[in-house]
């Protein structure tokens, strides 16, 4: 059974970068599709981005457009999120998910299943 574990989240400057990783165990990455989403005090959880199974094809919230870039390496069973240009708004408890099958990017966060335990970005000067 799929389990995922983020790591990489930390205290950082404004204008500054962190890299997120996603790592899967208990089943091999490629059958995915990997969502990253983050939620902030007080706020309900978004979507930030998403990497296809397939053809990786990315999505991204408008609001990290040019900012952050999702990737992933199949053969070491692990997602990443790169974020430069960090702001103080983008400080929240990020998270990456699963899509199984063949279904795309698009759907609801309802629909990814499992998620991992998240990891906490703090963009603070």
């Known amino acids: 059974q799929l389990q995922l574990v983020e790591s990489g989240g930390g205290l950082v400057q404004p204008g500054g970068s962190l890299r997120l990783s996603c790592v899967a165990s208990g089943d091999t990455l490629d059958n995915y599709a990997i969502g990253w989403f983050r939620q902030a005090p007080g706020k309900e959880r978004e979507k930030v981005s998403c990497?296809?199974?397939?053809?990786?094809?990315?999505n991204y919230l408008d609001s990290v457009k040019g900012r952050f870039t999702v990737s992933r390496d199949n053969a070491k069973n692990t997602a990443y999120l790169q974020m430069n240009s960090l702001k103080p708004e983008d400080t929240a408890t990020y998270y990456c998910?699963?899509?199984?099958?063949?279904?795309?990017?698009?759907?609801?966060?309802?629909?990814?299943?499992?998620w991992g335990q998240g990891t906490q970005v703090t963009v603070s000067s």
């Open positions: 998910a699963a899509l199984s099958g063949f279904r795309r990017c698009g759907l609801p966060m309802t629909d990814f299943a499992p």
């Open positions: 990497i296809g199974r397939i053809t990786a094809g990315t």
